[in-house]
């Protein structure tokens, strides 16, 4: 392990420092090379969540490195918007707008059933939607409204994708998770989190944990279509989001806290860099991170998979 490589490990260890714009401007001194200018060019990306946030700063860079980037939200209006600003920036660039409420299993079927007709292949999807609730809320299908939002919309969403991805050369699907996930062991018996006082920071971070846990199966189960999959945490980053679901943790860190743009980078990277990483890992800052840090949240095999049952049930999948 090299002197920078040993720096880098303690800021991970150390929270703080290294999920805050301290650690990302230490890193990217080190880090491996950015994307080849243009690398996206022919390819099309689609990232969920675009209208704000990191995911506009996702889509941004996307759009950059010369990729049609199909922007989604659950509000047309608002991702209307993102779209003309973004599409300002970037004259030459092919960005389309679509709507689809990623928790809502009913749309996402019908979301992929108009987008698979429009595209004919697919190259990149980020699943970057997320929420952090403040109060228990289950979806129209009645599921906990982050296991929806984080789990069980975006696997389905990228079942359902499965044809139009197999069509690219080096299809790789991203799930933004956070590192707020470290906090919390993987909710086997409680996966829709029905027990016991509701926290939405809880909530979150559960959900969170279940994308990192699943990520390894997702690998094997998508690895016959030459799909990769990525999970990773953007750090802390001043976005809408954390305006309204943590205004205290804002005003405390706030001097501390990453740009969007910043937050955005590894998911850029993924989704960019040649040649693909390898598929089922976990991500931070464009390097391969532990799942755990906390012995009490590792969990068994047999622990995923009953995670994984319970998911391909809900989503009404074979889940082998
Ligand atoms: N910012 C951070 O420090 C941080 C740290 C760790 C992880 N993350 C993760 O990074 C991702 C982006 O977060 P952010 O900070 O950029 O938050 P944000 O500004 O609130 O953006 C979240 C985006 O997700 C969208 N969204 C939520 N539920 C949706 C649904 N059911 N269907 C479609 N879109 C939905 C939101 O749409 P609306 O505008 O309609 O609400 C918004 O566009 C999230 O997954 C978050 O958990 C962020």
Not at 231 to 258: A, E, Y
Request: glycine share 8%; hydrophobic share 40%; proline share 8%.
């Amino acid at each position: 392990m090299n002197l920078g490589s040993i720096v880098d490990s303690v800021l991970d260890r150390a929270v703080v420092p290294g999920y805050s714009r301290l650690g990302y401007r230490i890193r990217e001194h080190a880090w491996s090379g950015d994307p080849a200018p243009q690398a996206l060019r022919g390819k099309t990306a689609m990232v969920t969540g675009a209208n704000s946030g990191i995911g506009k700063a996702i889509a941004d860079g996307l759009a950059a490195l010369g990729a049609t980037v199909v922007m989604v939200s659950r509000n047309l209006e608002r991702i209307e918007g993102a779209r003309a600003e973004l599409a300002a920036e970037h004259p030459d660039a092919d960005l389309r707008a679509a709507v689809c409420d990623v928790a809502d299993l009913s749309d996402v079927r019908r979301f992929v059933t108009e987008l698979g007709a429009r595209l004919p292949s697919l190259d990149v999807v980020i699943h970057n939607a997320g929420l952090l609730p403040e109060a228990r809320a289950e979806t129209a299908d009645g599921h906990e409204i982050t296991l929806a939002t984080h789990v069980l919309g975006p696997v389905l969403m990228t079942e359902l994708l499965i044809p139009t991805l197999a069509a690219s050369p080096d299809p790789r699907v991203i799930l933004m998770s956070s590192g707020g996930m470290y906090t919390q062991a993987l909710p086997v018996d409680d996966p829709e989190y029905r027990v016991g006082p509701y926290r939405g920071a809880t909530a979150y971070a559960r959900t969170k944990r279940i994308q990192v846990a699943l990520t390894p199966l997702l690998a094997e189960r998508w690895k016959p279509d030459g799909i990769s999959v990525y999970c990773m945490h953007p750090g802390w980053s001043d976005t809408p989001g954390v305006v309204t679901s943590l205004p205290t943790f804002r005003k405390l860190t706030k001097p501390l806290l990453r740009t969007a743009e910043q937050g955005a980078d590894t998911a850029i990277w993924l989704a960019a860099t040649q040649p693909a990483p390898p598929t089922g890992q976990f991500w931070h800052d464009r390097r391969q991170r532990p799942e755990h840090y906390l012995p009490f949240t590792r969990e068994s095999n047999a622990d995923r998979a009953r995670v994984w049952a319970y998911c391909a049930q809900a989503i009404g999948l074979p889940d082998s």
